[in-house]
């Protein structure tokens, strides 16, 4: 039994001095990035910044989970046990807007890194730029508050090479009607002011008000409108914000006008299609297919029937989309 003992534990030392190399090499090739993250216009160092490192190669091919580390009081960093791979790093701080490293402008996409086995990734540099805030308060016809109307700011970019409008910040009004929107990058935008219960387009349903006038699918409702005050994009005042500027008193009043109702059903080509969007967008809108002026409604996939609330008098392309992507 002794004999048996002792050749269990020098079996068991030898496994262990084999597998200490094989440990060794993959603590070594392990990766790191140190860097410093300064104020974009001062070139101040800055602490507190939280930087994360994303895998952005197919899965198993890097870490699960994000590396992360925070700038101390000189702004430097340093990010350790990387595994080799291609990533995206991120540096995040409240007061600023996010900003990813090889990015033109903020809150856009980077250059992916790409880190061998060992490498040591030194001197990388971001720069924060100070966010700006946007305030103001919705109110009704009558002056008073509208509580939960969704305020947006909205900006023109190209997508798949279409110029569309899209929302880049969003908040909701309180009980006094007031709202705040922050973490804004210097730029243009439009601010659209719809119900909370517009959903993620925009506040393409009606806001409130029962129907009437006496006609079948005729409402009056309060429909999405664009700062100053006006229902039509092309008519809006577009804001010009500067860098870490604090723009208050952009108010807008909702008012209640004559809205439709459109209804009708989707004839799918084949059976087991899980239902879809039907899109309401206006011809002559110059925010083309993107957020902007347009509607829209589920169809149901057993029935295909759908039905959109709040579409103001005009002429509109009707396009509907399958949740399978065909």
Not at 96 to 111: S, W
Not at 123 to 140: N, Q, W, Y
Not at 230 to 235: G, H, L, M, N
Not at 240 to 269: C, H, K
């Amino acid at each position: 039994m002794r004999v048996f003992v002792y050749l269990l534990i020098a079996s068991l030392a030898a496994a262990q001095q084999q597998g200490s190399p094989q440990r060794t090499a993959q603590q070594q090739a392990l990766c790191s990035i140190e860097g410093v993250v300064r104020q974009a216009d001062t070139g101040e160092p800055l602490k507190k910044v939280l930087l994360t490192v994303f895998a952005s190669t197919p899965r198993g091919t890097g870490p699960m989970n994000p590396v992360t580390a925070s700038t101390d009081a000189e702004g430097r960093f340093r990010l350790t046990n990387i595994e080799p791979g291609q990533y995206r790093l991120v540096a995040e701080r409240s007061g600023y807007v996010r900003m990813e490293h090889g990015a033109r402008k903020p809150n856009q996409p980077g250059t992916p890194l790409t880190l061998k086995s060992g490498d040591e990734l030194k001197s990388v540099e971001l720069k924060l730029v100070r966010h700006a805030v946007v305030t103001g308060r919705i109110t009704d016809e009558d002056g008073d508050p509208v509580q939960s109307a969704q305020v947006q700011l909205m900006r023109y970019t190209f997508v798949r090479g279409r110029r569309q409008l899209v929302p880049v910040s969003s908040g909701s009004s309180n009980d006094l009607g007031e709202y705040r929107l922050f973490g804004i990058a210097p730029g243009k935008y439009y601010l659209s002011v719809s119900h909370r219960g517009g959903g993620p387009f925009g506040g393409m349903m009606a806001m409130r008000g029962g129907r009437g006038g006496g006609m079948a699918g005729v409402d009056q409702n309060y429909a999405p409108m664009y700062f100053p005050g006006t229902f039509d994009i092309d008519a809006a005042t577009l804001l010009d914000i500067p860098v870490g500027s604090d723009l208050r008193g952009v108010d807008v009043r909702l008012l209640r006008t004559r809205t439709y109702r459109v209804s009708g059903r989707v004839v799918a080509q084949s059976e087991g299609r899980r239902g879809g969007m039907v899109l309401l967008v206006p011809k002559n809108s110059s925010a083309g297919f993107g957020f902007g002026d347009r509607l829209a409604a589920p169809w149901r996939p057993n029935t295909g029937a759908f039905e959109i609330q709040g579409v103001r008098p005009g002429s509109y392309n009707l396009i509907v989309q399958a949740f399978d992507g065909q």
